[in-house]
């Protein structure tokens, strides 16, 4: 569906993007996460055509581009990361103007306008003032406003920053119903839970480049990390670190009164970590699983953390 070849980037002196390729196949929701002037932005703003690469190809649904850009427009939604709206307006004004760009035909564009706002939440509102919107119900408008021509693909910048949780979590019945529909998603965030929840496939983008891109799945295999299991115990002596570093086998780190071990399979490991240390004579107070999740992948990756 989207293809990206080398593609670059610069803003005077600054290199925005240093090459990038990558590839999102039909109906695929493609998570691009990434700090603050990683790229995410102006990736997605050069594949929407809003802005022009400095060098490198796109190619959208078998189109390219650069040759096609009307032809791509017809087919693309971009919901921009700032909000896209009249304040003066109401919700049905706001998009009965964004509908008319996009070139919905008049006897379509009310009742797409219906099924829209009724998608998002806002049936009972369409005829209020933006101005009298809260934020998380503006964002929502903004999402109805790419979707009014049946976009079969859907750019989503940053859809649920400063939001309330409501909001949020309808954004994501939203566009997880958009998903199961066959629409392909590609979504930037700096939301580690929102990725691991929403995406099929995500990359990791830092400095204009692609770190690396798969499924969690992968980007846990690629990482090398392993979950770890941590356990704290109360009975701190003079004596209990040398025991432990004595009598305890396998992977471990001491940190204070707490021992985390490093596991290939924490459901057998466990177990046995419970058993070793009742037999160094350690009381244990708690003990935590640490899973390998999106934002420990990461740090090791980039040594960021994605909120920077």
């Known amino acids: ?132 919107y809260s934020g998380g119900m503006k964002r929502r408008i903004n999402i109805a406003a790419a979707l009014l021509h049946e976009p079969k693909i859907l750019f989503m910048d940053e859809p649920t920053v400063g939001i309330d949780p409501q909001s949020r979590n309808l954004i994501f019945d939203v566009v997880e119903k958009l998903h199961k529909r066959g629409m392909t998603i590609i979504y930037t965030t700096h939301y580690m839970e929102e990725a691991e929840r929403l995406c099929d496939r995500i990359g990791i983008i830092d400095k204009g480049e692609i770190i690396v891109q798969g499924t969690l799945q992968e980007l846990r295999e690629f990482s090398k990390m392993k979950e770890s299991i941590v356990v704290r115990y109360a009975n701190v002596g003079s004596d209990t670190e040398n025991r432990i570093k004595e009598k305890l086998k396998g992977d471990f780190v001491l940190k204070g009164n707490e021992i985390v071990f490093s596991c290939n399979d924490v459901k057998s490991d466990l177990p046995k970590v419970v058993m070793q240390c009742g037999e160094v004579g350690l009381e244990l107070s708690h003990i935590d699983i640490q899973q390998v999740n999106l934002e420990n992948i990461f740090l090791k990756l980039t040594g960021k953390q994605l909120r920077d």
Not at 8 to 14: D, I, R, V
Not at 43 to 72: F, H, Q, R, Y
């Open 1 to 132: 569906m989207i293809t990206v070849e080398g593609l670059t980037k610069s803003y005077g002196t600054h290199v925005a993007l240093n090459g990038i390729s990558f590839s999102i196949k039909e109906g695929e929701f493609y998570g691009l996460l990434g700090p603050n002037g990683a790229g995410k932005t102006t990736t997605i703003s050069i594949i929407s055509t809003i802005l022009e690469p400095d060098a490198g190809k796109v190619t959208i649904n078998n189109m390219d581009l650069g040759k096609n850009k009307v032809a791509c427009k017809r087919i693309i939604g971009v919901v921009p990361q700032e909000i896209a709206l009249y304040d003066k307006l109401s919700a049905k004004e706001n998009l009965q103007f964004w509908g008319s760009l996009y070139g919905v035909e008049k006897s379509l564009l009310d009742k797409r306008i219906d099924e829209t706002v009724e998608l998002l939440g806002l049936s009972d509102r369409k005829d209020d003032k933006v101005k009298d």
